[in-house]
Nanobody, 131 residues
């Protein structure tokens, strides 16, 4: 059974930085993920993809965070990170860690930032950017 737990959220002033972490665990027959991602849901808005990384360490980012956020994995410890720099007011959201095994719904790749392509979700961590 896969469990995802996020940490590292909090309040920060615009221009500051935070690092989110997601501890990702599974049973002994599901040891690694085809893809992992960070999503976020701003107040009053739909959940959106922020950054994703696949089994081959290929990454993709939302245009709104390119150059500011970095997704990475500690493979030995099964931890997913999101380093967030130069935070803006519009980055305020609940941030979710997500993971999945296998191909995407379209069937061609492992990499995705679509909600429907992820099976396992954390409960989220709040990031609030002020100023």
């Amino acid at each position: 059974v896969v469990q995802l737990v996020e940490s590292g959220g909090g309040s920060v002033q615009a221009g500051g930085s935070l690092r989110l972490a997601c501890i990702a665990a599974s049973d002994t027959y599901m040891r690694h993920y085809s893809r992992m991602a960070w999503f976020r849901q701003p107040p009053g808005k739909e959940r959106e993809g922020v950054a994703a990384i696949d089994l081959s360490d290929i990454t993709t980012y939302a245009d709104s965070v390119k150059g500011r956020f970095t997704i990475s994995k500690d493979k030995a410890e099964n931890i997913l990170y999101l380093q967030m720099n130069s935070l803006k007011l519009e980055d305020t959201a609940v941030y979710y860690c997500a993971a999945a095994f296998g191909r995407t719904a379209s069937g061609t790749t492992w990499l995705s930032m679509r909600v429907a392509d992820f099976t396992y979700w954390g409960v989220g961590t709040q990031v609030t950017v002020s100023s």
